[in-house]
Nanobody
């Protein structure tokens, strides 16, 4: 089992920045890929950024490319999502999720989820 807790969300003006954190614990000695996902009201959950266990391989969704960066520090049991140049359309609940093995972009392939943290971007 893996436990995940997100933090760092809040209210920010358009153009601002936030850094989300995801603290993980539990049976994390296995190799896990991690993803950040978000869900806006009335919309399906979508992937934002994913990272391999090592952190060498990372990918961002087109909507956030050049603005968001995923990073992980396995020594500190933490994963981060640095969000710059935020836009009102980035408003959503953001989740981190873990899965064993390789990177995936699909929510149904991630069995471990945090509770989410709200990000609101005002125009």
């Amino acid at each position: 089992q893996v436990q995940l807790v997100e933090s760092g969300g809040g209210l920010v003006q358009a153009g601002g920045s936030l850094r989300l954190s995801c603290a993980f614990s539990g049976r994390t000695f296995s190799i896990y890929a991690v993803g950040w996902f978000r869900q806006a009201p009335g919309k399906e959950r979508e992937w934002v950024a994913v990272s391999s266990w090592s952190g060498v391989d990372t990918y961002n969704a087109d909507a956030v490319k050049g603005r968001f960066t995923i990073a992980r520090d396995n020594a500190k049991n933490a994963v981060y999502l640095q969000m710059n140049s935020l836009k009102p359309e980035d408003t959503a609940v953001y989740f981190c999720a873990f899965r064993r093995g390789t990177i995936s972009y699909y929510t149904n392939e991630y069995p471990y989820w945090g509770q989410g943290t709200q990000v609101t971007v005002s125009s």
